[in-house]
């Protein structure tokens, strides 16, 4: 895992520690495992960030923070990899989810004609809702697994291939 770009693209926990919005937090935050960058917390931080990106929820933010400093990974990367679901890409993701969940729970896709008002919202909770729970959480569990495997797995490759290129230069 290239740790150098990783490492320059992250923010300075000084300026993260001093944010006045976030002393909530306490000392908490102040946690070293937080920031430092190795195999486990790189690793750890993408299965927070991708399993947070696949929940519907308002502040997935908040709650990839709050999951890194519980589970001791790096907070910024994770609190970054929430970004993965932005307003470009929910669409196709969430419909993704939908289809997902309508397969695992064999129901048929229900489509509607789009109403904004409050009793097209509930009928289409009711409907739709299910299936697109089922699969944001298939998708989040499924997605936190494989990104930390794979980062795992790159930076462990990362690392022996840097070895034997040490071992062959000498």
């Given at each position: 895992m290239p740790k150098k770009t990783l490492k320059r693209l992250m923010p300075d926990p000084g300026t993260i520690k001093n944010n006045k919005y976030l002393s909530l937090l306490g000392s908490r935050l102040h946690d070293n495992n937080l920031w430092h960058l190795n195999r486990h917390s790189a690793a750890g931080a993408f299965a927070v960030g991708l399993c947070c990106a696949w929940l519907p929820i308002?502040?997935?933010?908040?709650?990839?923070?709050?999951?890194?400093?519980?589970?001791?990974?790096?907070?910024?990367?994770?609190?970054?990899?929430?970004?993965?679901?932005?307003?470009?890409?929910?669409?196709?993701?969430?419909?993704?989810?939908?289809?997902?969940?309508?397969?695992?729970?064999?129901?048929?896709p229900h489509y509607q004609h789009f109403?904004?008002?409050?009793?097209?919202?509930g009928n289409a909770m009711t409907t739709a809702g299910p299936p697109f729970l089922v699969g944001c959480g298939v998708m989040a569990l499924v997605s936190a697994a494989t990104g930390?495997?794979?980062?795992?797995?790159?930076?462990r490759w990362t690392v022996s291939r840097r070895w034997k290129l040490r071992r062959r230069d000498r």
């Open positions: 308002p502040f997935q933010m908040m709650l990839a923070a709050v999951l890194a400093m519980t589970f001791r990974v790096n907070l910024p990367l994770s609190a970054v990899l929430v970004w993965i679901t932005n307003p470009l890409t929910m669409p196709p993701m969430f419909y993704f989810a939908y289809r997902l969940g309508s397969f695992l729970l064999d129901t048929p109403e904004l008002s409050l009793s097209w919202l930390f495997m794979v980062i795992h797995g790159l930076w």
